[in-house]
């Protein structure tokens, strides 16, 4: 099992900056890619981004590249999202999650935390 923990979520206006972490405790975190998805209301879930188990070559929906980074610090069980140049489209509840292998967007997750809320104003 991994339990997975969100943090970082909060009110901000567009334009902002917003941090949001990911800690992971249970089996060996550096064994699991990472992934970040988002649900905003009455939409379904989607795919934000991942990280591969090694740090190297994060994946971004398109929607997110160039604003949105992921990074990892597996000494600290930890992965981050940090997001810039919020707009109120990116209002949604963000997910972290957990695969042993990777395999794109539509990854079979076989962990996920509680989700963080993020809400952008305008």
Do not use: H
């Not at 009455?42 to 604003?67: L, N, T």
């Not at 069980?77 to 810039?84: D, G």
């Amino acid at each position: 099992q991994v339990q997975l923990v969100e943090s970082g979520g909060g009110l901000v206006q567009a334009g902002d900056s917003l941090r949001l972490s990911c800690a992971a405790a249970g089996r060996t975190f550096s064994n699991y890619a990472m992934g970040w998805l988002r649900q905003a209301p009455g939409k379904e879930r989607e795919f934000v981004g991942a990280i591969r188990r090694s740090g190297r070559s994060p994946y971004y929906a398109d929607f997110v590249k160039g604003r949105f980074t992921i990074s990892r610090d597996n000494a600290k069980n930890t992965v981050y999202l940090e997001m810039n140049s919020l707009k109120p489209q990116d209002t949604a509840v963000y997910y972290c999650a957990a695969v042993e292998i990777y395999n794109g967007p539509s990854s079979q997750w076989n962990y996920w935390g509680q989700g963080t809320q993020v809400t952008v104003s305008s």
